[in-house]
């Protein structure tokens, strides 16, 4: 959502007016306003609507920067999120992504290319055997 309060930050500053300005034309609290030119909070699609209206844009600009940002949270996991996710110690994970190359540190924190990585560790896959459980029994 930070991604969209930037742009609504931008689309104001080109219009030379002010948050009052704008909270008082929309009939919005300017705490709202605010809120979501900092990305605290979210806004829903006819909030969008509304302010693609007033900066006479078109809405779908304001909504592919979440639509951009959701397909890079699905791509991108943080460190503690892919040791939750993938089941791994710290230690093991950081070698295997590292092997991978699917580490990338941006603003000191570590993320991991969920794509690279998921290939990676198909390396590893051990094809099923084809024994049903009953089978394995019958061996014992």
């Known amino acids: 959502m930070k991604e969209a309060g930037v742009r609504l930050k931008q689309l104001r500053r ?3 007016i002010t948050q009052e300005q704008v909270a008082a034309e929309l009939n919005i609290s300017v705490d709202t306003l605010r809120k ?10 006819e909030l969008l609507d509304i302010y693609a209206d007033y900066y006479n844009v078109d809405i779908t600009s304001m909504k592919e920067v979440p639509e951009q940002l ?3 949270r699905r ?6 999120q892919a040791e939750i996710i993938y089941s791994i110690s710290h230690k093991k ?3 295997l992504a590292s092997d991978a190359g ?4 941006i603003d000191g924190t570590v993320l991991i290319n969920r794509d690279i990585f998921d290939a990676y560790l198909e390396r590893f896959h051990e094809p099923a055997t084809g024994k049903g459980k009953e089978e394995i029994k019958d061996e014992r």
């Open 14 to 16: 080109k219009k030379e």
């Open 36 to 45: 979501n030119e900092q990305g605290i909070r979210g806004m829903s699609v």
């Open 70 to 72: 959701r397909k890079l």
């Open 75 to 80: 791509q991108y996991l943080r460190y503690q």
């Open 93 to 95: 994970l950081f070698e």
């Open 102 to 105: 699917a580490i990338y540190r």
